[in-house]
């Protein structure tokens, strides 16, 4: 009963979010039929709005279990919605370790897990969003799962309610973008943060080469050939400059 009641409940919301944002603004997703349909997936994602882990998956037409924040699930309602959702908790900018067994459990019953390894919405930047360094938290997942990794690229949906409501009245409603992209595999195996922060700076990488330069922030063509790593929370001083690595020697 319970599983019934989580599927209904997905689906609803699923085709609500795909009336909502088709009605307010202009849908354009790329590369939805690159995401594998019946094997593990792991997609991977910046973070643009609170929008984007119902709007990636209303995107597509099999279930995505998204990873967030544990503080949503703490609430009363909110919390039973998020879970019956499908949606699973992680202690942000930790080494939440129970997070990430429950993603390696649902890949390992063929799940698709939705991961943003930013583990926070990006840098507002003028109308962009500019990515964050990165946590290696999606690419210890792909390590000890094998699961194909789909790259996300999300532009546009950092809507301002109730502006898009006017926007929508007056016939100029924002493009929102979803462009997935072609999965691979992280056959490196994991032997310690090293290797996973490779991972993780090669996996953003091909999320950035399908944003707009604006988006890409720390991402970007300054930090060409370095491994750009996260080691601090945004919110603290040190968090705004990333740590860039040399690429380990081969």
């Known amino acids: 009963m319970r599983a019934r009641i989580s599927s209904i409940l997905y689906r609803v919301c699923t085709l609500l979010t ?9 849908l354009e997703v790329v590369g939805r039929e690159l995401v594998p349909r019946d094997v593990p997936v792991i997609l991977v994602a ?137 999965p691979f595999a992280i056959t490196e195996p994991a032997r310690g943060g090293g290797t996973a922060e490779a991972e993780t700076d090669r996996l953003m990488r091909r999320i950035a080469a399908m944003l707009p330069e604006g988006y890409r922030g720390v991402y970007g063509a300054a930090t060409e050939g370095s491994i750009v790593v996260s080691r601090e929370a945004p919110g603290r001083a040190a968090a705004a400059a990333p740590d860039v690595e040399a690429p380990p020697a081969d």
């Open 46 to 182: 910046n973070h643009v709005h609170l929008l984007d882990p119902p709007l990636v998956a209303a995107c597509l037409s099999r279930r995505v279990h998204p990873m967030a924040k544990r503080e949503l699930f703490e609430i009363p309602l909110i919390g039973w919605f998020f879970h019956a959702y499908g949606a699973f908790p992680v202690r942000r900018f930790s080494a939440d370790m129970g997070a990430l067994r429950v993603a390696r459990n649902l890949l390992r019953e063929g799940e698709a897990v939705l991961m943003f390894p930013e583990g926070t919405r990006g840098v507002r930047s003028g109308a962009a969003t500019e990515l964050r360094p990165a946590l290696p938290g999606s690419a210890v997942v792909a390590q000890m799962t094998k699961a194909l990794v789909v790259p996300v690229a999300i532009t546009g949906s950092n809507v301002q309610i109730p502006a898009v409501f006017w926007q929508w009245a007056v016939g100029r409603r924002p493009v929102i973008r979803v462009q997935f992209g072609e």
């Open 18 to 26: 795909r009336a909502i944002v088709g009605s307010l603004s202009r």
